[in-house]
């Protein structure tokens, strides 16, 4: 299981490098076209390449923000839990999140099909956006791995 792991967190830390390049190209294209509109040269699709951008970036950079515990926690309310009704809290949000990721994931699965087979495209540049929703499907499913991680740590008290 420790190698899985290890290998699972290396997968996140890519995903994560794709997101960190996609919102430095988002910056970067952003200021471009701020600096060219203004002298009347505005790059065309910016807005559609800077969305597309952002659901990669949010997509991508989830595995590795639950792995490395970086979101918000209602620390507060489970310090006034025992260790076995934190563990207990901890597991069934754990379950809940895997289910609700699982749900969009293979939802996210559908709409890329759909994309797909209707070849839905960006209207000004003619992106496709099929590649993005499938994308962050799997980021989904990669999540629904991490939380089953948690919950295999928190079982055998390895989690706090």
Request: charged share 15%.
């Amino acid at each position: 299981m420790t190698t899985f792991f290890r290998i699972f967190r290396y997968i996140s830390k890519i995903l994560s490098f794709i997101a960190g390049i996609a919102l430095t190209f988002m910056m970067l294209l952003t200021v471009a076209d701020v600096l060219l509109r203004a002298g009347g040269h505005p790059i065309i699709g910016t807005y559609e390449i800077v969305a597309l951008f952002l659901a990669l970036v949010i997509g991508f950079g989830i595995p590795q923000v639950s792995m490395d515990r970086g979101h918000v926690y209602m620390e507060f309310l489970l310090d006034k839990f025992s260790r076995r009704g934190r563990n207990v809290m901890n597991i069934l949000t754990r379950l809940l999140c895997f289910f609700l990721f699982a749900f969009i994931g293979y939802n996210l699965l559908n709409v890329g099909a759909v994309y797909k087979a209707s070849g839905e495209v960006t209207s000004t540049i003619k992106l496709p956006f099929y590649p993005v929703a499938y994308g962050v499907a799997i980021c989904c499913f990669l999540e629904c791995v991490v939380f089953l991680f948690d919950i295999f740590r928190i079982r055998k008290g390895q989690y706090e």
